[in-house]
């Protein structure tokens, strides 16, 4: 997995590549919460090249969708791939996330 | 200033010596001459005494002869007391009624007054001689006798002594007594001889009567006062002693003090005058005793303080003379000392010892400042070739592979520890196609610099000659080629190289003239690589070198290693050799190749512990984990076995992308595949064992029919019925929301079918789906 962190005037792009599974969630994990404890609670995580997510994966999202919402702040998803957004609908995540189906329109949000 | 002191000491104890024994001298000079007066003024008192006694005494003798008449013996008396001018006065005095039966008193008296010789009858109510001393004493005891002084009032009125001598006459053949005849010495008589003694300039004599009276003392006033008394107002207890001594008629020179009108400290020389049992004293002042003495030590004083200034000003001028020079030439050597190599050196004419020295010193200064330059340049160019040693020994060591290759065929570590800041050791590993390992080793006979870069054009050479296009030995011939060719040190390498096929294990070799290396069995045993005899690289162009092939077993360890390790030192100048080395690795056949090079490396440092590290210590582990163990092939059935580790996790993802390709899966059935696995195998290896230790799991992947996939997954953990569990709750809200569940609700979700039974010991997750 890879993570490319992206700054732009409205939020914080966060572009993740690759697998993110039990072996590599702690990587996400400690860049999300950097990001808060700095402040950035406007965060939109990028999706498109995002193959694969397990539980563990979720869990950190979830977490920092509780942060961010506490810190009155917006986490947004966008450009989810078919098989990703089958396991978000399978989990019920997909109720809680905001998710969009592109960059530009997340952007809108923010 | 010792010599001046040890001068100093040696003039005083002179000094003291010379004084004491001096004022010996001086004291015993005094008391020689003190005698020698006192006895001559004893003699000129005893001359005027002697005639006194002779005279009453010879008249006395006539006075009691028959026939003599008193009368008579008066008028003679008489005529001595106008004769003698030391007599005052004589006396005739009878036992009452001798001379008349009516005379009770009768003493008729003869003496001088200043208008001349007067007569008259002493006896009286008044005078009544019969008590007075000079009548009682010779009465009493039977002898003539001189009185104590005293002041003869009613007879004589004067000061004077008298001397009695008592007469008889024989009555019935007895003796009787019948009166005395006198005569009286005024005490002035003495007053002349005695004031006529001058001792020093205030030393004096004086006279004593027996019992201490004086008689003449020309320092006090107060005559007829007891010298006793006078000794008794001074507190010497010498001076009291001395006095009673004195008045026993003894003789004698003592120390005394107040025995003077001024107190001060004196001499007193005594001795008797015999005939009257008077006592004469000399006595003088101490101070004037030594006076002279005094002075004369006081001018020697002088003398000597002059002699020692002079021998001082003179000793400080001539060691002020010798001194400046070489104190000029200290401060030149501490100005040289602190760097100051141009300090001028002070220039001495004379052609003396010092001009010698600072001859040599200018020398000395000269071939220092050379020799300084010399070094700084020396040192500067030191500095520079070992800040450029550890550039080279940072690129050398950025030459040596440290990226592991990680593949779950073979655990590969190496290790190269240099003994200097840029050694001749090398390893090397690569890959030639992607089952094909190289891995290499070797040992430049030398160090530093030279041998570094012969390393690096070695694996250089390795690099780019070794290929799976030709035999492994024909790639070594080439570089052995190369390294002649370009080789005017005639430098050498040992070498070793293999090349490994993952796939099989199998393993082949060429040795350069290296240590042989070790397979590490399972069972712990450890083998020796056979040799193929070759000569090391660089030494002759057209040496043969042959290579052959070993099949090395999944589990088997091969160890590569220089003689760094073999030859380490320890401090008894023991090798660490290969029996240690065998017997090191024979425990270590289930440690990861990380441990067993870093083991080693420490064994091999703590044996040499103290010593200092004499050549490269160069390590490469490589275990060969095999291919085919953790997996079983077959058309329909997979089966994987993973140890209950996180990164074991990567197995799953292969082994489904494996049979995805096999089985032709959609992308999504894979994806579910690996999602659910994860999910379970996640939930075992966190949940499943509380022990720590490594357990083993298997997935067994089969296709029962067209388009099902069965999937078996075991494991001996505690048991765990996944089916039992509770799944996620969609409707709550976001900060209730858990992660918990979700794992196994994907599983319940994205699988067609899930069982669970526990087998035994073992939980067995079996899941269906279909994926056409």
Redesign the interface.
């Known amino acids: 997995m890879e993570l490319i962190e992206q700054k732009t005037e409205k939020c914080v792009i966060v572009n993740i590549t690759g697998?993110l599974?039990?072996?590599n969630y702690s990587l996400l994990e400690k860049k999300l919460t950097d990001l808060i404890e700095n402040h950035e609670d406007k965060i939109l995580v990028e999706c498109s090249k995002m193959?694969?997510?397990?539980?563990?994966g979720?869990?950190i999202l979830?977490m920092a969708?509780?942060k961010v919402?506490m810190a009155k702040g917006k986490f947004v998803l966008c450009n989810l791939q078919?098989?990703i957004r089958?396991?978000f609908e399978?989990?019920?995540f997909s109720?809680?996330f905001e998710i969009y189906p592109s960059q530009e329109e997340a952007l809108k949000v923010f | 200033m010792i010599f001046l002191a040890g001068l100093l000491t040696i003039f005083l104890i002179a000094f003291i010596y010379t004084y004491i024994f001096s004022s010996k001298i001086l004291l015993e000079e005094g008391r020689k001459n003190a005698a020698n007066l006192t006895d001559l003024t004893i003699t000129r008192i005893e001359n005027i005494l002697q005639p006194v006694q002779i005279v009453p005494t010879n008249l006395v003798q006539a006075l009691e002869t028959p026939g003599i008449a008193g009368k008579e013996i008066i008028r003679l008396a008489r005529e001595y007391v106008i004769e003698s001018p030391e007599v005052f006065g004589s006396c005739l005095a009878y036992e009452p009624y001798v001379h008349s039966d009516k005379e009770y008193w009768y003493a008729p008296y003869t003496y001088e007054t200043s208008s001349g010789v007067r007569f008259k009858n002493l006896g009286s109510r008044d005078y009544d001689y019969f008590n007075l001393d000079w009548y009682r004493l010779p009465k009493l005891m039977n002898h003539p006798v001189w009185t104590e002084p005293y002041f003869d009032k009613g007879g004589g009125d004067a000061l004077m002594c008298t001397y009695s001598v008592p007469y008889y006459k024989v009555e019935a053949g007895k003796r009787v007594f019948k009166g005395v005849l006198t005569m009286d010495i005024s005490l002035s008589s003495f007053e002349r001889i005695i004031n006529s003694v001058k001792v020093f300039k205030s030393g004096y004599a004086f006279l004593v009567s027996k019992k201490g009276r004086i008689i003449n003392y020309p320092d006090l006033v107060t005559v007829n006062e007891n010298i006793l008394d006078i000794a008794r107002k001074g507190n010497g207890i010498n001076t009291i002693r001395a006095i009673g001594e004195m008045l026993q008629g003894k003789r004698g020179f003592v120390r005394v003090d107040g025995l003077r009108a001024k107190k001060d400290p004196s001499f007193l020389y005594y001795a008797p005058v015999a005939s009257t049992g008077w006592s004469l004293g000399i006595i003088f002042p101490e101070k004037e005793l030594f006076s002279d003495f005094i002075g004369f030590f006081r001018r020697l004083i002088i003398i000597f303080a002059v002699c020692v200034l002079s021998i001082l000003i003179t000793t400080v001028l001539i060691t002020r003379r010798l001194t400046i020079p070489i104190s000029r030439l200290v401060d030149a050597t501490h100005r040289i000392g602190q760097g100051d190599f141009n300090a001028l050196l002070p220039i001495h004419r004379s052609n003396d010892e010092i001009s010698k020295l600072t001859n040599a010193f200018s020398v000395m200064q000269e071939e220092l400042s050379t020799y300084l330059r010399n070094l700084k340049e020396t040192t500067i160019a030191k500095e520079k070739i070992e800040s450029e040693l550890k550039i080279a020994h940072t690129i050398q060591m950025g030459m040596l592979p440290t990226e592991f290759p990680s593949r779950k065929e073979c655990d590969l570590f190496a290790i190269l520890e240099s003994a200097k800041e840029v050694g001749g050791d090398l390893y090397d590993f690569f890959f030639l196609d992607s089952d094909h390992l190289c891995v290499a080793i070797g040992d430049v006979a030398g160090k530093g610099v030279p041998a570094a870069l012969f390393m690096a054009i070695t694996r250089t050479l390795l690099r780019s000659n070794i290929s799976l296009s030709i035999s492994l030995h024909e790639a070594i011939q080439r570089i052995n080629q190369s390294l002649v060719k370009e080789n005017p040190n005639q430098m050498f390498v040992t070498f070793w190289a293999g090349i490994i096929d993952l796939r099989s294990g199998e393993m082949e070799f060429c040795n350069a003239g290296h240590n042989y290396p070790y397979i590490l069995k399972k069972d712990g045993i450890v083998q020796k690589i056979p040799q193929t005899n070759g000569l090391p690289l660089g030494i002759y162009n057209e040496t043969p070198y042959s290579s052959r092939k070993i099949q090395i077993l999944q589990g088997e360890i091969l160890i590569l290693y220089t003689d760094g390790v073999t030859e380490a030192l320890n401090t008894d100048q023991e090798f660490y050799g290969d029996n240690k080395l065998v017997q090191l690795l024979s425990g270590l056949e289930s440690k990861t190749a990380n441990e067993i090079g870093l083991k080693l490396a420490g064994d091999v440092h703590a044996f040499s512990m103290g010593h200092e590290q004499a050549d490269d210590i160069t390590i490469l582990v490589m275990i060969y984990e095999g291919m085919n163990t953790a997996k079983t092939y077959s058309m329909d059935k997979i089966k994987v076995t993973l140890l209950n580790q996180?990164?074991e996790?990567?197995k799953i993802?292969d082994v489904v992308e494996e049979i995805s390709g096999k089985w032709g899966l959609p992308?999504?059935v894979s994806?579910e595949l690996?999602?659910v696995l994860?999910?379970l195998?996640?939930n075992i290896?966190f949940y499943a064992f509380d022990d720590g230790k490594k357990h083993e799991l298997q997935i067994e992947f089969e296709r029962t029919g067209e388009g099902i996939i069965k999937i078996r997954m075991i494991d001996e953990g505690k048991p765990f019925n996944l089916l039992t569990k509770t799944t996620?709750d969609?409707n709550s809200p976001?900060?209730d929301?858990k992660?918990g569940g979700?794992?196994i609700?994907?599983v319940k979700?994205?699988m067609d079918h899930v069982e669970y039974e526990r087998d035994g010991n073992k939980n067995v997750v079996i899941l269906t789906r279909k994926f056409s």
């Open positions: 697998r599974d039990t072996t193959d694969y997510v397990s539980s563990s979720l869990r979830l969708l509780k919402t078919d098989n089958e396991i399978i989990s019920g109720n809680i | 996180l990164d996790l990567e993802v992308s999504r994806m690996n999602l994860e999910e195998f996640t290896v996620i969609f976001l900060e929301r992660v979700l794992g609700h994907f979700e994205m």
